[in-house]
């Protein structure tokens, strides 16, 4: 991605804030109190040992209370351990005034000593803080990105995103904008949906207010034009951090909402080319196949009427004319059968015999084609729920294809088994070129580029509308299934 | 003797009724289905004019014309389809010497094939076009004796039409022709000179019947 067109693409991973580290809350305070008087009932409770292991039992409280609470928590420690001491250990005893000058040094450099392991400590903690919050936020980012890339809908990448914004968040909602009203997928205050159509009208996070202030309880998050994110109100001290891994979170979402948005344009754009590429098909086809006879008719037609002509020549015409203009309504039967199927009328089934319309569509073939010549090897066959019209059509555009562009024998047989009742029509021929065999096994209806006529596209999709399928194994075979 | 006339075509109908019409129209015919085909009838029979569909399965009818032309100047006469617009005029300016669309009346195609048939274009000084005489050597044109003033572009566009009436002649053709071959896309140019010699030549020049328009292909003289 170019950084000059998208300067905030990638926002940064949360880091440790900057500044002092959050202040103690209440448990740390207590928690540390509870270890001073521990320190200061293990003291008491062993024998008396020498004086000066007192003060290394308070420090390992602070170091304790450092380690497991963090900075702040280890400091105060540090000031009650001090105190403690004075209190207990310190002559006047069960007072907090000193009375020898050597009992302050001591005092003062085991504040020193217990302040600095404190500090260390409490930093030490806090850094492990933030890098197990950093461990997480990178888990749940990288865990999204998998989802997002294995995402294939918009619904998907929304779920996904959702999923693990409710980890990060603690909580998530989306909010999408329909007809420009904003709707949220989960019962919403009105404050948190004006929140959420800000967030979209201006393309930016729409931050929570900060507790006790008016306003919405959820920060939103833009992730699409029309779509925004939205989590609770962030407390605590992990607050800032989690912040910025959502905003990384959000801009993920939207890249892949993106990605998806692209990549369902190119789609649309493909089925558009091709769509219009199947037209152009059927248009060559039809201008060829249409002109052609056309041609001839004309051309028979005129030299009929303006040429002196021997008798036998003038019968040949008139007999070219006929052919011709049967050709042209087998065309136009076609070209309205295609048209029909495209616009995929439901089916209307009677119980018929595969075999009856195969001799009926042999039969048509002869009367259509002089001296067409079909072998019928018919088996018995168990009835069929079809429309008996619609498969004539397509066994006749069979055979057309096979007397027209095979080679003699053209033999047609019917078998049944395996749930299916089938038709093969063989010739002696080498089949159809690669592309129309791939064209067959392909989900077009229209023609192959380069396919003459829409006799097998008109078969291809009556097979289809009947439940059945056309299929090339050496011979074109038209598959129907059993009834139930 | 009958002239002998080459049908090239891929349809088996289309040679079947040209057969019977040309028979009856008084030539005789030999088909071929595939440019190599026509070539070889071209050399075995000596026709004395083909007919050519662009539409051929194994070559173009373009690449077919450009062979023909290297070693012969048979009379070619194309058919083309509607949707062969481009290739019909490149045909022609490969050589072709007329064209005939799809589908077509069988009067069409016999005007043709008696133009392209007939003897070689006219040559000498004296030509004519309707009631206009050209004389070339003199570079005068009159009409009923009287004498019509045009521009020497003028003149050579007329005696260009002139000297095969009835026959196409392509933009190209015409432009290469007395313009000379840099010139052969100025189209627009040349209609405004066929304009100013209609207005000179033609009785009424918004209905020419001395020049007349191929629409997108170029311009015919008048059939004699």
């Known amino acids: 991605m170019d950084p000059d067109t998208s300067p905030s693409s990638a926002p940064p991973l949360p880091r440790d804030v900057p500044g002092l580290p959050p202040l103690p809350d209440g448990i740390g305070l207590l928690a540390s109190a509870g270890l001073i008087a521990l320190a200061a009932g293990l003291v008491q409770a062993l024998p008396p040992g020498p004086e000066p292991a007192r003060p290394l039992f308070f420090l390992v409280a602070v170091l304790v209370a450092a380690v497991t609470f963090g900075f702040w928590t280890g400091l105060s420690a540090a000031i009650g351990a001090f105190a403690a001491l004075n209190f207990l250990y310190t002559a006047p005893l069960y007072t907090f005034h000193i009375a020898r000058a050597q009992d302050f040094y001591v005092l003062v450099i085991f504040l020193l000593v217990a302040g600095l392991a404190g500090l260390l400590a409490g930093r030490l903690h806090d850094r492990a803080e933030a890098a197990r919050a950093r461990a997480e936020a990178l888990e749940v980012l990288g865990a999204l990105s998998a989802e997002l890339g294995l995402a294939e809908t918009r619904g998907a ?45 201006n393309q930016r996070p729409e931050p929570a207010p900060a507790p006790g202030w008016p306003g919405a309880r959820f920060s939103f998050l833009p992730v699409a034009p029309d779509l925004a994110l939205g989590h609770p109100r962030l407390d605590g001290r992990e607050g800032p951090r989690r912040a910025l891994a959502i905003t990384a979170l959000a801009e993920q979402t939207r890249l892949a909402l993106q990605r998806l948005d692209y990549a369902e344009k190119a789609r649309q754009e493909r089925l558009r080319a091709e769509t219009e590429a199947t037209r152009s098909a059927v248009l060559t086809s039809l ?16 030299a009929l009427r303006e040429l002196d002509m021997a008798p036998e020549a003038r019968a040949d015409l008139l007999a070219a004319i006929e052919e011709e203009a049967g050709r042209m309504n087998r065309h136009v039967t076609n070209l309205l059968q295609l048209t029909r199927l495209e616009l995929a009328t439901p089916m209307r089934p009677a119980w018929v015999d595969l075999n009856d319309i195969a001799e009926a569509a042999v039969a048509r073939a002869r009367r259509a084609f002089k001296g067409a010549e079909v072998a019928l090897d018919l088996a018995p066959l168990p009835m069929i729920r079809a429309e008996g019209a619609l498969l004539e059509q397509a066994v006749f555009n069979l055979i057309d294809n096979a007397l027209h562009h095979g080679r003699a024998p053209v033999r047609l047989a019917t078998r049944a088994g395996q749930g299916a009742v089938t038709l093969t029509l063989r010739d002696g021929g080498d089949g159809p070129p690669q592309a129309i065999r791939a064209w067959l096994d392909g989900p077009d209806l229209r023609p192959a580029p380069g396919q003459r006529g829409l006799g097998l596209a008109v078969a291809k999709g009556i097979a289809r509308h009947q439940s059945g399928r056309l299929t090339w194994d050496g011979g074109f075979t038209l598959s129907l299934p059993e009834a139930p | 003797m009958r002239p002998l006339i080459l049908i090239v075509d891929d349809e088996a109908q289309i040679l079947r009724f040209l057969g019977h019409a040309l028979a009856a129209a008084g030539y005789d015919s030999c088909t071929a289905t595939t440019g190599a085909e026509a070539l070889a009838q071209v050399a075995a029979r000596k026709p004395d004019l083909m007919i050519l569909d662009l539409g051929l399965p194994d070559t173009d009818g373009k690449a077919v014309i450009e062979t023909l032309r290297q070693t012969s100047a048979l009379p070619v006469i194309v058919l083309s389809a509607r949707d062969q617009e481009m290739e019909k005029i490149m045909a022609l300016d490969l050589g072709a010497d007329d064209f005939v669309a799809k589908p077509f009346a069988i009067g069409e195609l016999l005007a043709r094939l008696r133009v392209c048939l007939r003897a070689a274009p006219a040559q000498g000084n004296r030509l004519r076009l309707g009631p206009l005489v050209i004389d070339a050597a003199a570079h005068e044109v009159t009409r009923d004796g009287v004498a019509l003033h045009l521009t020497p572009k003028e003149f050579d566009l007329l005696a260009a039409l002139a000297e095969s009436p009835g026959r196409v002649l392509t933009h190209r053709q015409l432009l290469s022709r007395v313009w000379g071959p840099a010139h052969v896309e100025d189209v627009p140019y040349l209609r405004v000179f066929i304009g100013q ?19 997108g292909v170029g311009y015919r003289g008048a059939p004699g």
């Open chain 2, 197 to 215: 010699l209609r207005a000179k030549v033609e009785e009424n020049p918004s209905a020419p019947t001395l020049i007349l328009t191929e629409p």
């Open chain 1, 157 to 201: 990448a929304l779920a996904a995103a959702r999923g693990q914004l409710q980890r990060l968040g603690g909580g998530a909602v989306s909010v999408a904008l329909q007809d420009g009203v904003p709707v949220a997928d989960a019962a919403l205050l009105d404050t948190d949906l004006a929140a959420a159509e800000r967030a979209l009208r």
């Open chain 1, 287 to 302: 201008s060829h196949d249409l002109r052609t006879p056309l041609a001839t008719i004309l051309g028979a037609a005129s």
